[in-house]
């Protein structure tokens, strides 16, 4: 069972669960009100990293855990705090300026791409070695 994969997860359920906070305050220190999600730009880029954290999760999740399942739990725990650390730095740098997002964006894209592309070659490989 992987359950190093089962506990990144949960954290990077409870990252997305915080960027719900932080558009919430967002939504306060700002005055935007619900439902609108535009109005005042330190609201619009808390929202903005909502929306790509959850544009984000359906694609590195199932990787995640095919990695987990096919190549190592350990190792694909690792990449997936890795994402969860570009994600957070998104947020850091994105909360401040749209310019600053880089750096974390890029960080969780090649820890997505480390685990489809293995996740990929798992399956692949298995899949050979059965037939």
């Not at 409870?14 to 960027?19: C, I, P, Q």
């Not at 990293?49 to 095919?66: G, R, S």
């Not at 791409?113 to 490989?125: E, R």
Request: glycine share 8%; with cysteine; net charge positive.
């Amino acid at each position: 069972m992987p359950h190093y994969t089962a506990l990144v997860t949960l954290m990077a359920c409870l990252f997305l669960f915080a960027t719900g906070i932080f558009v919430a305050q967002a939504r306060r220190t700002t005055g935007v009100k619900a439902p609108a999600t535009t109005g005042h730009p330190d609201f619009e880029r808390a929202y903005r990293v909502q929306m790509n954290t959850v544009e984000w999760m359906p694609i590195m999740l199932p990787a995640l855990w095919l990695f987990a399942l096919y190549v190592s739990d350990v190792w694909a725990a690792l990449a997936g705090i890795v994402w969860i650390i570009g994600r957070v730095m998104y947020l850091q740098g994105y909360s401040k300026a749209a310019a600053k997002r880089g750096l974390g964006f890029s960080i969780q894209a090649l820890a997505t791409a480390v685990l489809w592309f293995g996740a990929l070659a798992g399956v692949v490989t298995e899949l050979i070695r059965v037939h």
